[in-house]
T-cell receptor, first 115, second 114 residues
Framework: KAGVTQTPRYLIKTRGQQVTLSCSPI?????VSWYQQTPGQGLQFLFE???????NKGNFPGRFSGRQFSNSRSEMNVSTLELGDSALYLC??????????????FGEGSRLTVL | AQSVTQLDSQVPVFEEAPVELRCNYS??????LFWYVQYPNQGLQLLLK??????LVKGINGFEAEFNKSQTSFHLRKPSVHISDTAEYFC????????????FGSGTQLTVLP
């Protein structure tokens, strides 16, 4: 079956602009999580969405936001971009079952460069 | 709050040699433990996970890891590596209540030399 699809794969923005990244989870998966990967800070959890509701949120400023649609596709938005927002943004999907852990299936990421 | 420390940022090893990638964690609550692998320009792939039970966990591609509660460690091992194992490896933890909110270590770049 198709994996997690993230678009766009690469993009370049300038400071002050905003960006929207998209993630299509594996069919049947209802949970989508977002992570930021940078050389300095490593992999950091941004937020998780399940059934169109944010279920968990990491320690990022309000400029970072997301949403999930009824078909489980998710978008994340970063407003007023800063140079430090340059990163690989990874989306991961899972079934979203309550209780124990699940395997997260990661997309290939969207690489954002802020100039 | 949890934290994960991967003690080696880079590990070079010759092909067919054994390798151990070290991971220590800190948490005030019970956790789940994971190892993920990231190949260049790709996302992360789960190698193995520890939830409970046997402390020796076997994963894909011949990797295994041992959970040591007293030393709060979860080291990854492979008895004989291949060139194709060259990648970055991440250790991660999550607490029982936030299973999809992973805290990752800084990663270990494994380079297998011919």
């Amino acid at each position: 079956k198709a994996g997690v699809t993230q678009t766009p794969r690469y993009l370049i923005k300038t400071r002050g602009q905003q960006v929207t990244l998209s993630c299509s989870p594996i069919s049947g998966h209802r949970s989508v999580s977002w992570y930021q990967q940078t050389p300095g800070q490593g992999l950091q959890f941004l937020f998780e969405y399940f059934s169109e509701t944010q279920r968990n949120k990491g320690n990022f400023p309000g400029r970072f936001s997301g949403r999930q649609f009824s078909n489980s596709r998710s978008e994340m938005n970063v407003s007023t971009l800063e140079l430090g927002d340059s990163a690989l943004y990874l989306c991961a999907s899972s079934l979203g079952l309550a209780g124990g852990p699940e395997e997260l299936f990661f997309g290939e990421g969207s690489r954002l460069t802020v100039l | 709050a949890q934290s994960v420390t991967q003690l080696d940022s880079q590990v070079p090893v010759f092909e067919e040699a054994p390798v151990e990638l070290r991971c220590n964690y800190s948490s005030s609550v019970s956790v789940y433990l994971f190892w993920y692998v990231q190949y260049p320009n790709q996302g992360l792939q789960l190698l193995l996970k520890y939830l409970s039970g046997s402390t020796l966990v076997k994963g894909i591609n011949g990797f295994e890891a041992e959970f040591n509660k007293s030393q709060t460690s979860f080291h990854l091992r492979k008895p004989s590596v291949h060139i194709s194992d060259t990648a970055e490896y991440f250790c991660a933890v999550s607490d029982l209540g936030s299973a999809r909110q992973l805290t990752f270590g800084s990663g270990t770049q494994l380079t297998v030399l011919p």
